[in-house]
């Protein structure tokens, strides 16, 4: 199926041409693609990328290309540095956010194992994926995981959070989008916090819904670990991501477990390797590194600002179309929004409307507890549809959008 959509103007002063965004990616002739928190269309250039590489692997050897394109491979480490005002000696290259998270977190717990009484400060939207393996030190060791109050507009409560605060605190664990409420934590207030309350914690923020959404910067943010995800806002290929690792986090932690790339076997032990590729492992998908690495390209010279602003136009105008529809209730939270919109419809199960909205081509998500079980449970919504427009969407297919929900009947 072939949908040729109209442009609209922009109406947004983002100052991006998004006509010739849309001609870079190939899948909006295909689709109305409205679900970039699950998997953004990548642009050309990032598949291209990806299947020349494949290509040049079948042609010449797996290994032989890899020491071909070494040079690119050491721009896609400068170019997620820049992305995030890092060093690329900060970065490590991974498969997924969860790899990157999972990678810091029992890092921190291979050098100083978790014991019980320490406390673990948990955002109360915070992705399943991070809780579990707390919830496995609660069962296993007598950790103590704590959700961080709310504020009145759905955010970790910064002020309330530095009460919190006190010598037992092992972990701080952010999530800086959440994937399902369209709010944004105020990460870098939080680091501040810790910094200003002399916190011996190890801060960890999840970015894997603000990358190549909104602009990310480390030292900002002040954290130890930053994780991130490629095939989200940033648009790369899927089966990749980032981990950012302080220089505290560097000088202080060893990684586990390590390996024959994270570390060097010596004559009666072994060193790790210099910077985050300690964090890494030996073996990876050489063409969808380099898909990333095309794809952080492709944000920077898009503009990080002027994508947010785009998304942030887009989220606000779905915002305020569905807020039209009578039955439909906007559930998103936050004083700051991101470009995660979500909704539920008075009459008909949120299941019910995903499926009506696909039967008409278009792609949206279902967010169920599953996902971030307290966040879902605390406000007692079931399952939400989420709307999620990139840079590249127009008003027209939110439109059409808006359209399918309006004729929605319980
Ligand atoms: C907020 C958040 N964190 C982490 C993840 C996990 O990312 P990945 O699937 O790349 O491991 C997701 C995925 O949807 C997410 O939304």
Not at 56 to 81: F, K, T
Not at 187 to 212: E, K
Not at 273 to 299: C, H, N, P, Q
Not at 329 to 344: A, C, E
Request: with cysteine; glycine share 8%; charged share 20%.
């Amino acid at each position: 199926m072939r949908l040729d959509i109209p442009m609209t103007t922009t109406g947004d002063n983002s100052g991006l041409d998004i006509e010739l965004l849309r001609h870079q990616t190939p899948g909006c002739l295909r689709v109305n693609h409205l679900n970039n928190a699950g998997c953004a269309l990548p642009p050309s250039k990032v598949t291209d990328t990806v299947v020349d590489h494949l290509h040049l692997e079948a042609m010449i050897g797996g290994y032989e290309a890899h020491a071909d394109v070494h040079s690119r491979i050491e721009s896609a480490y400068d170019s997620v540095a820049q992305l995030i005002g890092a060093h690329p000696d900060q970065i490590a290259l991974l498969e997924s956010a969860t790899a990157a998270w999972d990678k810091a977190f029992i890092s921190i717990h291979h050098t100083r194992p978790f014991s019980a009484g320490d406390r673990i400060l948990v955002s109360s939207s915070e992705y399943a994926s991070n809780v579990l393996p707390i919830m496995q030190l609660v069962k296993a060791r007598g950790v103590r995981l704590e959700f961080i109050p709310d504020d009145e507009h759905g955010c970790v409560d910064v002020a309330g959070f530095a009460n919190l605060l006190g010598a037992d605190v092992a972990a701080v664990v952010i999530n800086q989008c959440p994937s399902q409420n369209g709010l944004i934590n105020d990460v870098a207030a939080i680091g501040a916090a810790l910094r200003a309350a002399d916190s011996p914690a190890w801060y960890l923020v999840d970015a894997c819904q603000s990358i190549g959404q909104l602009p990310v910067s480390a030292p900002d943010i002040g954290a130890d670990f930053i994780s991130a995800t490629g095939r989200k806002f940033l648009r790369g290929p899927r089966g990749t991501g980032f981990l950012y690792a302080s220089e505290r986090a560097l000088a202080e932690l060893e990684p586990f477990p390590l390996d024959l790339h994270s570390a060097t076997w010596q004559s009666g032990g072994f060193e790790p390797a210099s910077g985050a590729r300690r964090f890494e492992s030996w073996e990876k998908s050489y063409a969808a590194l380099l898909g990333l690495g095309a794809a952080v390209d492709y944000a920077l010279a898009c503009g990080i600002d002027a994508m947010a602003g785009r998304i942030s136009y887009l989220a606000e105008y779905a915002r305020a179309g569905l807020s039209s529809v009578p039955g439909i209730i906007v559930r998103d939270r936050g004083l700051q929004k991101s470009g995660i919109v979500t909704f539920t419809h008075e009459r008909v199960d949120a299941r019910t409307l995903v499926s009506l909205i696909r039967k008409a081509h278009i792609n949206v998500s279902l967010s169920t507890p599953d996902y971030a079980r307290m966040d879902f449970e605390s406000h007692a919504i079931d399952a939400l549809v989420r709307v999620s427009p990139h840079a590249y969407n127009t008003t027209t297919e939110l439109d059409q959008l808006l359209m399918v929900v309006s004729g929605a009947r319980g």
